[in-house]
């Protein structure tokens, strides 16, 4: 039989643990978003302005943010060149 300590203590380590479990898995889905953003400026880059604005994904790599890089894939489209895209990161 547990003491009401120990049953507190068993509580709060399950609570952890879930808590740590959501975290992790909004963490994952995060970062496979990122990736997925990071692969499409990559390949948007390249068709639309050749192997040389390749360049710049060292700089966009370093973007954590999820928003600045929907904002970097959608500015491809309108941009006139792989500089035009500084102005959004």
Do not use: H, V, Y
Request: charged share 35%; net charge negative.
């Amino acid at each position: 039989m547990q003491t009401l300590a120990q049953q507190w203590i068993e509580e709060g380590r399950k609570e952890g643990k879930q808590e740590g479990k959501a975290e992790g898995k909004i963490e994952g889905r995060k970062e496979g978003i990122r990736e997925g953003l990071m692969a499409a400026i990559e390949l948007g880059l390249e068709l639309k302005f050749g192997e040389e604005a390749l360049q710049l994904m060292t700089e966009i790599s370093t973007i954590d943010t999820i928003e600045t890089l929907q904002k970097i894939k959608a500015s491809i489209k309108t941009a006139a060149s792989p500089e035009q895209l500084r102005d959004f990161f």
